[in-house]
Nanobody, 124 residues
Framework: QVRLMESGGGSVQTGGSLRLSCTASGTHHTSNCMGWARQGSGKEREAVAAIEYDGTTTYTDSVKGRFTISRDDAKNTLYLQMNSLQVEDTGTYYC??????????????????YGQGTQVTVSE
């Protein structure tokens, strides 16, 4: 079983920044694709970003140019740097491992394992 623990959520104003971290343990493998998903109030959970073991990254269109996903496999840690935050970015952010993709789509449609989530709130 993979265990994922997020940290770094909080409340910021529009245009602010936050950095999320996720520590992986258990049956975590550094060769696995990892990512971040989020769920806004009344919305379905969606993939935000993913990163392969070789550093290849993908992002959902709404965060491109503002969010950066990275990983430090020596520390079993995944990061999400979020800049220029907008109200629409508000939600619970989940660290995730093992990516499942639809044919021809780079961004995962879902992940195999999720952490418990950390809340991000962006206000005007």
């Amino acid at each position: 079983q993979v265990r994922l623990m997020e940290s770094g959520g909080g409340s910021v104003q529009t245009g602010g920044s936050l950095r999320l971290s996720c520590t992986a343990s258990g049956t975590h493998h550094t060769s696995n694709c990892m990512g971040w998903a989020r769920q806004g109030s009344g919305k379905e959970r969606e993939a935000v970003a993913a990163i392969e073991y070789d550093g290849t990254t993908t992002y959902t269109d709404s965060v491109k140019g503002r969010f950066t996903i990275s990983r430090d496999d020596a520390k079993n840690t995944l990061y999400l740097q979020m800049n220029s935050l907008q109200v629409e970015d508000t939600g619970t952010y989940y660290c995730a491992e093992v990516c499942y993709r639809s044919d021809g789509v780079a961004l995962p449609r879902e992940f195999g394992w999720y952490g418990q989530g950390t809340q991000v709130t962006v206000s005007e």
